[in-house]
């Protein structure tokens, strides 16, 4: 059974860091592309970040590309986003996923997380 946890959100100013992992365990996890999507209060899912087994080339959403970092561990079979700089606008609910994509604002297919909450206020 796929299996994802997402965790370590939390509440923080503008301009903080906080990073997010997503620990996955029932599947093969080397060879897994992995994403990050997030759903802001009111608004649709929306796709962040994506790591790919096949390349070290990963891929961001033009709002958060040049603030956000993502990262796997295939050993620990973990994916990390590290997010910098964080803005109110970034604040939502953060599922980690496999196989998922967002359609239209919804998600589609694959496994998905719990989802953990990051709040970015002053």
């Known amino acids: 059974e796929v299996q994802l946890v997402e965790s370590g959100g939390g509440l923080v100013q503008p301009g903080d860091s906080l990073r997010l992992s997503c620990a996955a365990s029932?599947?093969?996890?080397?060879?897994?592309?992995i994403s990050w999507a997030r759903q802001a209060p009111g608004k649709e899912l929306e796709w962040v970040s994506t790591t790919y087994a096949s390349t070290s080339m990963p891929s961001y959403l033009d709002s958060v590309k040049d603030r956000f970092a993502i990262s796997r561990d295939n050993a620990k079979k973990t994916v990390y986003l590290q997010m910098n700089m964080l803005k109110p606008e970034d604040t939502g609910v953060y599922y980690c996923t496999k196989d998922g994509v967002v359609i239209r604002g919804s998600r589609m297919g694959g496994s998905w997380g719990q989802g953990t909450q990051v709040t970015v206020s002053s």
């Open positions: 029932g599947f093969t996890f080397s060879s897994s592309d």
